[in-house]
């Protein structure tokens, strides 16, 4: 488990990382702001790794939200995105206010256990996992 640091305003999550982990199949989970800075990781992966997937989890995450009237309306809400490649899935997942939680599994898992173990944890503490939105310069308020 490795935590980046947090403010004394928002806990440490260090459990929540480790509840899905733990999931058969789960390689690492990385949480990161939706401006794609790292919170905290775990699993095997390093913290460089750690930035370039919160900076790419952003990305998927914006271009999600861009294509989420294709299937519905202008009103249709994101809950999860999942891409699936040769060697297992990425899912990534609202975790709060400007949050989002990434986990890399491999293509043998319980997708829908993934899936729905992200959302429980997900709605269950959106409240804890928020993270405020930097302000022009970079500062966070």
Request: glycine fraction near 8%; aromatic fraction near 4%.
């Amino acid at each position: 488990m490795n935590l980046a640091p947090h403010s004394a305003d928002q806990p440490p999550i260090d459990w929540l990382l480790r509840d899905v982990a733990a999931l058969a199949g789960v390689r690492h989970a990385v949480v990161a702001s939706a401006d794609g800075l790292v919170t905290a990781y775990a699993g095997h992966i390093s913290k460089d790794d750690a930035d370039r997937v919160a900076a790419a989890v952003c990305g998927i995450q914006s271009t999600a939200r861009t294509l989420a009237p294709f299937c519905g309306d202008a009103t249709n809400g994101l809950r999860q995105c999942a891409q699936e490649f040769d060697q297992g899935w990425v899912f990534v997942a609202a975790a709060g206010q400007n949050t989002l939680l990434a986990v890399a599994t491999d293509k043998h898992v319980d997708v829908g256990l993934v899936s729905h173990r992200m959302a429980d944890l997900s709605a269950r503490l959106s409240g804890q996992l928020s993270t405020q939105v930097r302000t022009e310069g970079g500062a966070r308020p």
